[in-house]
């Protein structure tokens, strides 16, 4: 089953930087496109960035340029660098795996990590 474990949110100032990580257990980490999203207080949960088993990577246009997704396969581990932060990018932040086998669909979600850009 899988498992997934975030960690390295926080309070940053307005063009500061946080990296995020997601521990995912072994047994998800090698076949399943990892991925980020958030959800700001009253809004939706949206997909911030993927990185699909290829190494193919998509960011959603708000994040493009500022923010990176990678993975260290010795660690089982997913990242997001985020950079040039903007209070916009306030939100709990959520680590995802997941996997499409013909008509079924798997996805594990972590626990949340809060992120919160203010001056």
């Known amino acids: 089953q899988g498992q997934l474990v975030e960690s390295g949110g926080g309070l940053v100032q307005p063009g500061g930087s946080l990296r995020l990580s997601c521990v995912a257990s072994?047994?998800?980490?090698?076949?399943?496109?990892m991925g980020w999203y958030r959800q700001a207080p009253g809004k939706q949960r949206d997909m911030v960035a993927r990185?699909?088993?290829?190494?193919?990577?998509n960011y959603v246009d708000s994040v493009k340029g500022r923010f990176t997704i990678s993975r260290d396969n010795a660690k089982n581990t997913v990242y997001l660098q985020m950079n040039s932060l903007k209070p916009d990018d306030t939100a709990v932040y959520y680590c995802n795996a997941h996997r499409t086998v013909g008509w079924s669909a798997n996805d594990y979600w972590g626990q949340g990590t809060q992120v919160t850009v203010s001056s």
């Open positions: 990185l699909f088993t290829g190494g193919y990577t």
């Open positions: 072994g047994s998800i980490f090698s076949t399943y496109t």
